[in-house]
Nanobody
Framework: QVQLVESGGGSVQAGGSLRLSCAVS????????MGWFRQVPGKEREGAAI???????IYTESVKGRFTISKDNAKNTVYLEMNSLKPEDTAMYYC?????????????????????RGQGTQVTVS
């Protein structure tokens, strides 16, 4: 059974930082595209960042230079380091995984297509 469990969300002032963590179990996540997307009530999901099985990272334009995605294969954990946070970053953040390793850019633009996702962690920037 695949499980993705996020943690690290919270409330922070604009300009602050947070680090989200995603503990992964039930799949060899090093062989998968792992990503983070976010969603605000009433709006579509927005892909934020993806790290593919080769460790390559891609970001949506609005977070580029501020967010960093990484993974620790030994700990089966994916991270999203978020710096210079803005009020518009306020959202529920979800960790997600997909086995279609060649589809990273497509998944970033269509995060609803991720096969697995966690329950989310709330990030509020004021």
């Amino acid at each position: 059974q695949v499980q993705l469990v996020e943690s690290g969300g919270g409330s922070v002032q604009a300009g602050g930082s947070l680090r989200l963590s995603c503990a992964v179990s039930g799949l060899t996540y090093s062989s998968y595209c792992m990503g983070w997307f976010r969603q605000v009530p009433g709006k579509e999901r927005e892909g934020a960042a993806i790290v593919d099985s080769d460790g390559r990272t891609i970001y949506t334009e609005s977070v580029k230079g501020r967010f960093t995605i990484s993974k620790d294969n030994a700990k089966n954990t994916v991270y999203l380091e978020m710096n210079s946070l803005k009020p518009e970053d306020t959202a529920m953040y979800y960790c997600a995984a997909d086995s279609r390793r060649a589809m990273a850019w497509w998944l970033l633009r269509n995060p609803i297509q991720f096969t697995w996702r966690g329950q989310g962690t709330q990030v509020t920037v004021s």
